[in-house]
Every structure is written in structure tokens, then in C-alpha cells.
């Protein structure tokens, strides 16, 4: 079974400074999907970004990018310019490639962005 | 754009009453699924539903848990005796199938409170 595991229960960063939220996942699967979903205070999930791993490039959203390194199976997430808004925790996720699978989802980083 | 929608957005119940939960999944999504999340816990997979049957199951989703889609548009989590331990927050999601329809868009979710 696939195991996603975020170190950081917690963390703040200033307005309009850069944040690196971290994911390390665990799976014998080389075709598969990376996910950050947002869930602000509404709770709603919202998704920030994705990766397939089968791409080198890391992907890109915005002020939302980030740092995929498949041999260590980690998957970090950075926020630059962070806003106000972006206070939420972040959950990371992973789905294998092939159909009809679920998502994994890791314990969850709250981000708290202070004026 | 396109959403998920889940009624009702809080539902408080008794200790063993039967509860059922309802998702309008995206109109031409395929795949549909219900996820949990305890208050301040990771979001966990309870079932995922393709071509009128379940495809996947967690071990949460014992049988006191049902899933349906009565008609073309509605999709149904059913609780038969609902426990204290049931209080959560519940998702329902959909994706499309095929190549690169990986990404799940998740409704707002029903806050369900047991007493």
C-alpha cells in the first residue's frame, strides 16, 4: 500500500515571503500521479497543483511550483509571494496511474501566512 | 465551471438513526468516490463507484455503509446505524476516465454530527 507522510504539521510564513511545504511517499509503483490540494477554513479541497511522474519537468501554477525528485519520492510544494489567502492546510496526495484508483492522502501541513 | 454538489451541508443525528448523504457529482464525470475526514485527521478513501458498482473499497467502509446512484445524477452515501464515531466530515469527488483525467474534484462536503 502506498504510504504519503508530511513532516510539517505546522508552519507560518510572512506576507509575500516563500514558503517549501514537504512530502515524502512510499511506493513500489513507477506510473503515478502527485497531487497539493488546499483546504481552507471553508474545508472545501481545492486543487493546487499536480505532477504525473512519469514528467521530469516540475509543474507550475502560478506562485505555486514544485520540487519533484522520484528517486528520493519526494514532492514538495512552494509558495512564493505568499498571500493572506493562502493560509489553509495542505494536504499532499498520491494515485497510481491506473484506473479507477483513489487518492492517498498525507496527515496535512496547516500554513498559517501572517501579516 | 463545473461543480460537485453536496447536500446537506450539516446534518446532526442520533446514536443509531440511518443517515444519507447526497452528491451531484460533474454531468459527464465517470468515476465517483466518498473520502472522511475526522476533525483535525487525514482525509481518508471510504469507496470509489464506476459503472453502477463499487471498484474500490477501505476497510472503513464496512457494512453499515452503502453507496448508489439512484437515478442519472445523484450519488448516495447511506450510514445504516450511524455511531459517535461517524462524526466527520464527508467528501464526495468525481473525475472523467482516460488518459490525463487523473485530477478528482471534490464537493464542499457534509459536516455529519452524531450525538
Known amino acids: 500500500a502506498q504510504t504519503v507522510t508530511q513532516s510539517q504539521p505546522e508552519m507560518s510564513v510572512q506576507e509575500a515571503e516563500t514558503v517549501t511545504l514537504s512530502c515524502t511517499y512510499d511506493?513500489?509503483?513507477?506510473?503515478?500521479?502527485l497531487f497539493w490540494y488546499k483546504q481552507p477554513p471553508s474545508r472545501q479541497m481545492i486543487l493546487v497543483i499536480r505532477?504525473?511522474?512519469?514528467?521530469?519537468q516540475n509543474a507550475t501554477e502560478n506562485r505555486f511550483s514544485v520540487n519533484f525528485q522520484k528517486a528520493a519520492k519526494s514532492f514538495s510544494l512552494k509558495i512564493s509571494d505568499s498571500q493572506l489567502g493562502d493560509t489553509a492546510m495542505y494536504f499532499c496526495?498520491?494515485?497510481?496511474?491506473?484506473?479507477?484508483?483513489?487518492?492517498?492522502f498525507g496527515g496535512g501541513t496547516r500554513l498559517m501566512v501572517k501579516p | 465551471e463545473p461543480e460537485v454538489t453536496q447536500t446537506p451541508s450539516h446534518q446532526v443525528t442520533q446514536m443509531g438513526q440511518e443517515v444519507i448523504l447526497r452528491c451531484v457529482p460533474i454531468?459527464?464525470?465517470?468515476?465517483f468516490y466518498w473520502y472522511r475526514q475526522i476533525l483535525g485527521q487525514k482525509v481518508e478513501f471510504l469507496v470509489s463507484?464506476?459503472?453502477?458498482?463499487?471498484?474500490?473499497k477501505s476497510e472503513i467502509f464496512d457494512d453499515q455503509f452503502s453507496v448508489e446512484r439512484p437515478d442519472g445524477s445523484n450519488f448516495t452515501l447511506k450510514i445504516r446505524s450511524t455511531k459517535l464515531e461517524d462524526s466527520a466530515m464527508y467528501f464526495c469527488?468525481?473525475?472523467?476516465?482516460?488518459?490525463?483525467?487523473?485530477?478528482?474534484?471534490f464537493g464542499a462536503g457534509s459536516r455529519l454530527t452524531v450525538l
Open positions: 496526495a498520491f494515485m497510481m496511474g491506473n484506473a479507477g484508483n483513489m487518492l492517498t
Open positions: 469527488a468525481s473525475r472523467l476516465t482516460g488518459y490525463g483525467a487523473n485530477v478528482l474534484t
Open positions: 505532477q504525473e511522474a512519469y514528467k521530469q
Open positions: 454531468s459527464n464525470h465517470l468515476y
Open positions: 511506493t513500489s509503483e513507477s506510473n503515478y500521479y
Open positions: 463507484f464506476y459503472n453502477n458498482e463499487i471498484s474500490e
